[in-house]
């Protein structure tokens, strides 16, 4: 990445994690509702069978909502596992065994290492990845935290399964940019559900 990119990026983050700690509890869990209820009535998310969808942290939208409606509409459910510089999407059964997941070094909850659960990728794939992020265009363009999870995730869901999984980032209001600075490594959204201030959809 040429240092000018990777300098802007650095700045927006900068920028965007400002936003993001400038917000209240109270913004955060009325926007957070709101998106649910647009992923929710979603056709993407209707039509989708095997979802992955990330554990939110204080910071990102809050995903406890989609994650009891996966169970309640008995959709399979995939949770992201970190381990190093790589990203799997594992099965996750039911509320009790979200309940039951260890905590990383971050304070988020996934499955452990060595814990035997299925891998989306070596099952079937996916029909649906809900995406966190820090920035978005409305348009599609992400910037993520730096470390590439996301984005070669796509691109291995492309290499083992057959069509592209649809993508939907999940976002506050005070995260969408004008512009998001991108490289040809960068993955494009195919939807960015923005949550509202309560006047507008």
């Not at 399979?76 to 070094?105: E, V, W």
């Amino acid at each position: 990445m040429a240092a000018s990119l990777k300098q802007v990026k650095t700045a927006l983050r900068r920028e965007l994690k400002k936003r993001l700690a400038s917000m209240t509890e109270a913004e955060r869990t009325k926007q957070s509702n709101f998106i649910t209820e647009r992923l929710i009535e979603h056709p993407a998310y209707q039509r989708s069978q095997r979802v992955s969808v990330y554990l939110s942290m204080p910071e990102e939208v809050n995903t406890m909502g989609i994650l009891h409606h996966i169970f309640e509409s008995n959709k399979a459910c995939y949770i992201p596992q970190y381990i190093g510089d790589q990203m799997n999407m594992l099965r996750l059964h039911s509320m009790d065994d979200f309940n039951s997941l260890p905590k990383t070094k971050w304070n988020i909850k996934q499955p452990a290492e060595g814990d035997d659960r299925e891998d989306a990728l070596a099952t079937g794939g996916l029909d649906l990845i809900i995406i966190p992020g820090l920035g978005f265009s409305k348009r599609g363009d992400r910037l993520g935290r730096g470390k590439g999870y996301y984005d070669n995730y796509q691109r291995r869901c492309m290499e083992t399964q057959s069509g592209k999984p649809y993508t939907i980032a999940l976002a506050y209001k005070e995260q969408i940019c004008d512009e998001v600075p991108v490289s040809e490594f960068d993955v494009t959204i195919d939807d960015v559900l923005i949550g509202s201030d309560g006047d507008s959809g």
